[in-house]
């Protein structure tokens, strides 16, 4: 079968860790430059050498999402490097997830979320838009949620955040008009990659589990805390709740693994038995 990733620049924000670095990890597997993008440098630093490590190529540009010309910066590097930029991943994001009785304590973190999340995607679209319009052709891949699907009670502003990179996203596919691609991918709950260590308000999951609360929490405490090992942890089994950030990852790899006139727009990833509402 034909390989659509070998040879490609591939930029990734929020690189330093989590989907970002195995995002990094799996396309540079498949033979792709890879040129991350994060506030840590430290933890750019370490996946740019396990990528090196495993054979493949990839540098590191420490960068803030929320500034623009931090963003037309890093691209810049990926140009220098490579020569030209075929696929921006904008994976940086936060989830303070809060009731509006929290704002005391919520609302810095909401504006933080608000900056990351809605701006470092739009800083992304704009500093690849120009490169790649020049080219003729790119692929901007934005990592969304559920969550902006429809509103709930405790995600009032992360929820906002996430259907305003689904607004931009379609908006920038109707307007680049074939030359830049663009994918959205809506993970559900993935508790393994670090997102629920900024939610505020622990109980504001509530917004996304509905009537499957108490059950999932039960459940998911008795999964995370390894004293179970059943269908629940199996993710050949049709029971599977907990879903592995490898399996996000590998919907970005397939999004990328296509023709340039093949676009997959709107993919959704979700454990086969998880509970979420929405």
Not at 51 to 56: D, L, P, R, S
Not at 130 to 153: C, E, K, L, T
């Amino acid at each position: 079968m034909t390989d659509h990733i070998a040879g490609k620049t591939i930029v990734v924000t929020g690189a330093a860790g989590g989907f970002g670095r195995l995002i990094a990890l799996k396309a540079a597997a498949r033979g792709a430059n890879i040129v991350g993008g994060d506030i840590s440098e430290e933890g750019l630093a370490e996946t740019v050498r396990l990528v090196e490590e495993a054979g493949g190529m990839a540098s590191a540009k420490k960068t803030d999402v929320t500034d623009l010309a931090a963003m037309k910066a890093l691209i810049a590097h990926a140009k220098e490097k490579h020569g030209q930029i075929d696929v921006m991943i904008n994976n940086a994001g936060i989830m303070p997830l809060a009731f509006f009785s929290d704002h005391e304590e919520a609302a810095p973190a909401w504006s933080k979320c608000i900056d990351i999340n809605i701006k470092g995607v739009m800083n992304g679209i704009i500093a690849a838009y120009d490169p790649m319009m020049a080219q003729g052709r790119g692929h901007v891949i934005n990592i969304s949620s559920i969550y902006g699907n429809f509103p709930v009670v405790g995600a009032a502003v992360y929820g906002a955040t996430k259907s305003a990179v689904n607004f931009l996203s379609e908006s920038l596919r109707v307007e680049a008009a074939g030359k830049i691609k663009v994918t959205i991918i809506k993970p559900t709950g993935v508790p393994a990659t670090g997102l629920s260590g900024a939610v505020v308000n622990q109980g504001a999951v509530t917004g996304i589990l509905g009537q499957n609360t108490e059950s999932y929490l039960g459940a998911m405490t008795e999964i995370l805390g390894g004293t179970v090992q059943d269908e629940r942890t199996d993710p050949d089994s049709t029971a599977y709740a907990v879903l592995d950030p490898s399996y996000i990852a590998d919907a970005v790899i397939t999004a990328m693994d296509q023709p340039w006139g093949v676009s997959l727009g709107d993919i959704t990833v979700r454990a086969a038995g998880d509970a979420y509402i929405l």
